[in-house]
Nanobody
Framework: QVHVVESGGGLVQAGGSLRLSCAAS????????MGWFRQTPGNEREFVAS????????VYADSMKGRFTISRDTAKNTVYLEMNSLKPEDTAVYLC????????????WGQGTQVTVSS
């Protein structure tokens, strides 16, 4: 089974940037289809972005388009989420999933990394 570990969260002021990392290991690792979700207390996990399958372009939630960029380092089995122009409403625990299909998380979850955006 694939194991993923997130890192890179922290406290940032509104308008700032952060880069999250998700390192995958174990099982049949592939960065294809890996993706990010986020969750705030009392709410369901929300899709953020995922890498495309078969060479397709990444997929983003509408509210993240133009601000967030998902990318990968295949050699390191690591997926990144570059977040720019952060807003207080982006405050959440960001979680990586090892297999996202049609915006649905079907793979392994990490423990998450907290992102807090202050106004």
């Amino acid at each position: 089974q694939v194991h993923v570990v997130e890192s890179g969260g922290g406290l940032v002021q509104a308008g700032g940037s952060l880069r999250l990392s998700c390192a995958a290991s174990g099982g049949t690792v592939s960065t294809n289809g890996m993706g990010w979700f986020r969750q705030t207390p009392g709410n369901e996990r929300e899709f953020v972005a995922s890498l495309g399958w078969g060479g397709r372009s990444p997929v983003y939630a509408d509210s993240m388009k133009g601000r967030f960029t998902i990318s990968r380092d295949t050699a390191k089995n690591t997926v990144y989420l570059e977040m720019n122009s952060l807003k207080p409403e982006d405050t959440a625990v960001y979680l990586c999933n090892s297999y996202v299909l049609g915006r649905r998380p079907l793979g392994s979850w990490g423990q998450g990394t907290q992102v807090t955006v202050s106004s």
